[in-house]
């Protein structure tokens, strides 16, 4: 069963707007929390962490949010920009030997 | 809802040894990928593969690398003669369509420690 989650398989902001992608989890023993960020034929490009300790993490424009309670994770982005139109994957860790990638949303920003 | 498994989950070997990474896709998926992630580094593309044979490769996936489908449902990497420098993190992916923007099902990884 999918332990991570990722519902909207794609997801179009105007530039300028905040983008909000959402990522869901099962196992409430995940201790961290990725996202990553992924341009075709390349892999995943490292953007951002939390820990499960903290519920919320930022670095430039962007945010990780981390409801424990809800085991919902998201990622702003604002003001977006069309240099980040690209599929972002959330990813679950477990004492970081096992990850748990979400099947990803492609976000576009329209200029 | 279905999902990528990848054995082992740990594999230590020695140093000029063959390993075998094994991933099962998700069983109506046709594209498949290997990526690896080197402790602290970025997660790197290494392989696509489609219909039997290699569709893209980087730079990294040299000759001591091969790919296999060897019975319709595994997708193994392995390594001929490994290096202190291919221990990584291994993922296995597969999707339903060919094209790296689309929906890509990771797999848990394999950590390949090189002895």
């Known amino acids: 069963d999918q332990q991570v989650k990722q519902n909207s398989p794609s997801l179009s902001v105007q530039e300028g707007r905040i983008s909000i992608l959402n990522c869901d989890y099962t196992?409430?023993?995940?201790?961290?929390f990725l996202w990553y960020k992924k341009y075709p034929a390349e892999g995943p490009t490292f953007l951002i962490s939390?820990?499960?300790?903290?519920d919320k993490n930022e670095d430039g424009r962007f945010t990780v949010f981390l409801n424990k309670s809800a085991k919902h994770l998201s990622l702003h982005i604002v003001p977006s920009q069309p240099g980040d139109s690209a599929v972002y994957f959330c990813?679950?860790?477990?004492?970081?030997?096992?990850?748990?990638f979400g099947t990803g949303t492609s976000l576009t920003v329209i200029p | 809802e279905p999902e990528v498994t990848q054995t082992p989950s740990h594999q230590v070997t020695q140093m000029g040894q063959e390993v075998i990474l094994r991933c099962v896709p998700i069983?109506?998926?046709?594209?498949f990928y290997w990526y690896r992630q080197i402790l602290g580094q970025k997660v790197e593309f290494l392989v696509s593969?489609?219909?039997?044979?290699?569709?893209?490769k980087s730079e990294i996936f040299d000759d001591q690398f091969s790919v296999e489908r060897p019975d319709g449902s595994n997708f193994t990497l392995k390594i001929r003669s490994t290096k202190l420098e291919d221990s990584a993190m291994y993922f296995c992916?597969?999707?339903?369509?060919?094209?790296?923007?689309?929906?890509?099902?990771f797999g848990p990884g394999t950590r390949l420690t090189v002895l």
């Open positions: 196992n409430s023993m995940f201790d961290y």
């Open positions: 593969f489609y219909n039997n044979e290699i569709s893209e």
């Open positions: 939390i820990s499960s300790i903290k």
């Open positions: 992916a597969s999707s339903g369509r060919d094209t790296f923007t689309d929906t890509q099902y």
């Open positions: 990813a679950a860790s477990l004492t970081g030997n096992q990850f748990y």
């Open positions: 069983s109506n998926h046709l594209y």
